[in-house]
């Protein structure tokens, strides 16, 4: 027998082959498992106690401690516990939710979001990750861009529905995050997401809202900080706006 033969048929490079397909396939596995963290189970339409975890099952859960010092759990036992602002279409399990309140502000749709923690993202210093440039040393807008403060806001109806105060950065990407936008003569403020804004020399394009909109956008609970769930909000809401802003976006096109 050659080098490396074990019997006539069998050698060491096919047992490396077999222990190899074997570790790769736990991998998978194991891998597909701990994916299920988040999201599962599942809630069937059919009965409040029927739980779809599909195979593999969920792992068991885990506590992780994060930085700040808080305890998280994955999977989370706790029941979703927000009540659904939306009703089927049909009786037929399966079917479209028609929307029973604001669809922006109710989380429904493209504007669901997650009940993220209510509390800043934060820098690996400790200091809040997302401030307006007002509050941070040493940010700006470069030179060669259009400085959008004192810009006025616009929905796609072409209506002005507030003015460019300040931009928010992310001091730890070292982009901006936010457009402060004030929207009412008391000096109300709220936060437009900068990818939802389009910068041009004389104005600030928002198409995914109407101008009457961004006076409803949910706000900050300090003038300065945005907590993790107060951004989920606020991106649901510009979010919900791209189907539900105009009655006819949610049409079909033929």
Do not use: C
């Not at 779809?52 to 992780?64: H, L, N, S």
């Not at 927000?82 to 479209?96: D, I, K, M």
């Not at 669809?103 to 749709?109: H, K």
């Not at 409803?216 to 991106?235: D, G, N």
């Amino acid at each position: 027998m050659s080098t490396g033969a074990i019997t006539a048929y069998i050698d060491v490079a096919q047992l490396t082959l077999y222990a190899f397909w074997i570790f790769f396939a736990g991998l998978i596995y194991y891998l597909h498992r701990e994916n299920k963290r988040e999201g599962y189970p599942l809630e069937s339409e059919r009965s409040p106690h029927v739980k779809v975890q599909g195979f593999p099952a969920m792992p068991d859960p885990k506590t992780y401690r994060l930085a700040d010092g808080r305890t998280v759990m994955a999977p989370d036992p706790r029941p979703e516990t927000r009540p659904l602002a939306a009703e089927p279409v049909a009786a037929h399990p399966g079917a479209a939710l028609q929307p029973t309140g604001n669809p922006m502000l109710d989380g429904v749709g493209p504007g669901a979001y997650a009940l993220r923690a209510d509390v800043p993202d934060r820098t690996i210093d400790g200091t809040d990750r997302i401030v307006p440039l007002r509050s941070a040393a040493g940010f700006d807008v470069a030179p060669q861009d259009t400085d959008p403060r004192g810009l006025p806001v616009q929905g796609a109806d072409g209506v002005t529905g507030g003015t460019v105060r300040d931009l928010w950065v992310d001091r730890s990407e070292m982009l901006f995050r936010y457009l402060e936008v004030e929207v009412g003569t008391d000096g109300r403020s709220v936060l437009l997401p900068i990818n939802f804004a389009r910068i041009e020399r004389r104005r600030v394009r928002v198409d995914s809202v109407m101008g009457r909109h961004f006076a409803q956008v949910p706000t900050t609970r300090e003038a300065a900080r945005v907590t993790l769930l107060e951004e989920e909000r606020v991106m649901a809401y510009y979010g919900g706006g791209t189907l539900y802003a105009d009655p006819a976006r949610a049409e079909p096109l033929l």
